[in-house]
């Protein structure tokens, strides 16, 4: 599974399978509650596939624990294919004990390479 952005800001999920074994009701980590929706799906029928889909939005429950961006949902993922997710209705929003701390930018001086301080170059 990898996720992609445009610059836009669309965002697609992409859930490979590369064994001949077909998964229902596997589980796909998503990272974002709410609905998804199938818009490619390498194995219908259209493409010579046997038609294993997910016709119907698929929903991933915002997680009980309330965990910043860690959400799952159930689909059919069918052998040998790949399947592509795009958000219909998410929650981005975080709960208040998920939302990390804000950091100051590093100053040129505290960067490290290789774990070993870095210096300013002089004259340069």
Partial sequence: MFRRISREGKELVAVLNFTPVPRPGHTVPV???????EVFNSDETAYGGSGMTNPEPLTAPRDPAGEA??????????PMGCV?????????????????????????????????????????
Avoid: E, F, H, N
Avoid at 31 to 37: D, S
């Fill in 31 to 37: 990272p974002y509650a709410g609905q998804w929706r």
């Fill in 69 to 78: 961006l860690s959400s799952a949902l159930t689909m059919d993922i069918p």
């Fill in 84 to 124: 592509l997710l795009a958000p219909v209705r998410v929650s981005r929003k975080l709960p208040d004990k998920a939302r990390p701390p804000r950091r100051r930018a590093a100053c040129p001086d505290t960067l490290t390479v290789g774990g070993i301080p870095a210096t300013k170059r002089k004259g340069g």
